[in-house]
C-alpha cells in the first residue's frame, strides 16, 4: 500500500511553535495540509509566524501559551476546540535549559541552586507533562490523535555541563513510553505517542555555547560535537520535519512508543 503525507483537514498544536526549531515544523504541518496552532511565549511571535505561513498558502493561528501554567493551557485547549471542534496532533516542543543550571569553570555543580533545577524541570517535563494531560483528553474524546515530544541525544547519555537539562530530558523520553502505554491500554490504541531525539542544532539558546560571536568559528565545545558528528555539521532546523511528518502520518499507524534519533550519527559514533 502506497502512503503519502497529506494532513488535510488535521488540526496540529505546535507548544514552543516560535522557537527555531518548533517555526519549522510549524511550516512543514501546514504545507502538508494541516491547520497549524502555533503556541509560544509571546502574542507577537506566533502571531507572524501564522501570517508567514498563511501567506504561504497554509492554515494557521497563533497565540501565546504558557506551557508550565494550566490555566493557561487550558484556555490555548478551550480556544482550539471552540474555533476547530478537534485537535489531531500535538508537538511538544517546549523547552530548553537555564544557564543557573549549567556548569563551567567557574561554577561547579555544587553551585546549581534548587530555583534553576525546578525551571529547566518545568519547562521541559512539566512543559510536555500538562499539554499532554490537557489536549490528550480531547484525543480520547474524538478516539484519535497523535503526540510528538522533543527528546534530546542527553536524553541516551549525559552530557558534559547540563546535569538538569539532561535529566529532565531523559524524563520526556520515559514519558513518551509510558504514555504510550497507557494511552493504548487504557483508551485507544488510534492514540499514538513517540518522539524525537535531535542531535545538535544552532538555536538561539545555545548559538553563544557552539559558535564564537565575535569570529565566527566553533568554540571549543562546538568543535568536539562536530568531532564526534559523522556527518560533520550542526543540523537544519527543516530536517526534523520528514521525520516528523511521519511519525503523524497513516505510514506510522503501527508505531507509538518510539524515540527516534535524527543526529547526523552522533549517537552512533564513539570517537574510534
Known amino acids: 500500500m502506497a502512503y503519502t503525507i497529506d494532513l488535510s483537514g488535521k488540526v496540529a498544536v ?16 501546514a504545507q502538508a495540509g494541516a491547520t497549524v496552532v502555533v503556541l509560544g511565549t509571546t502574542d507577537e511571535k506566533t502571531a507572524a509566524l501564522a501570517e508567514e505561513i498563511k501567506a504561504a498558502g497554509g492554515k494557521a493561528i497563533g497565540f501565546a501559551a504558557n506551557v508550565v ?19 489531531d496532533i500535538l508537538v511538544n516542543c517546549a523547552g530548553g535549559n537555564n544557564q543557573a543550571a549549567v556548569t563551567s569553570p567557574t561554577k561547579t555543580f555544587f553551585d546549581i ?24 483528553k480531547a484525543m480520547v474524546e474524538q478516539d484519535a490523535g497523535v503526540i510528538i515530544n522533543i527528546s534530546s541525544m542527553s536524553a541516551y547519555q549525559p552530557i558534559t555541563r547540563v546535569p538538569v537539562y539532561s535529566g529532565s530530558k531523559a524524563a520526556i523520553s520515559n514519558l513518551t513510553q509510558w504514555l504510550a502505554v497507557y494511552f493504548a491500554q487504557e483508551y485507544s490504541a488510534n492514540i499514538r505517542v513517540n518522539a524525537i531525539a535531535p542531535g545538535f ?9 557552539l559558535i564564537d560571536e565575535a569570529t565566527g568559528d566553533l568554540t571549543e565545545r562546538g568543535n568536539k560535537i562536530i568531532t564526534h558528528t559523522p556527518m ?18 497513516d505510514g506510522a499507524r503501527f508505531v507509538t512508543g518510539t524515540v527516534i534519533p535524527v543526529d547526523g550519527g552522533f549517537m552512533a559514533y564513539k570517537g574510534v
Open 14 to 29: 505546535v507548544t514552543g511553535g516560535s522557537g527555531v526549531l518548533g517555526a519549522a515544523m510549524c511550516r512543514g504541518l
Open 113 to 136: 541552586p534548587e530555583e534553576a533545577v525546578q525551571a529547566v524541570f518545568d519547562l521541559n517535563y512539566l512543559g510536555t507533562f500538562l499539554p499532554s494531560q490537557i489536549f490528550g
Open 232 to 249: 560533520d555539521r550542526f543540523g537544519e532546523p527543516d530536517e526534523l520535519i520528514g521525520t516528523l511528518l511521519y511519525l503523524v502520518s
Open 201 to 209: 542544532f544552532v538555536t538561539n539558546q545555545n548559538r553563544r555555547m
Open 69 to 87: 501554567d494550566r490555566a493557561a493551557v487550558e484556555s490555548a485547549a478551550n480556544r482550539v476546540m471552540n474555533e476547530f471542534g478537534r485537535v
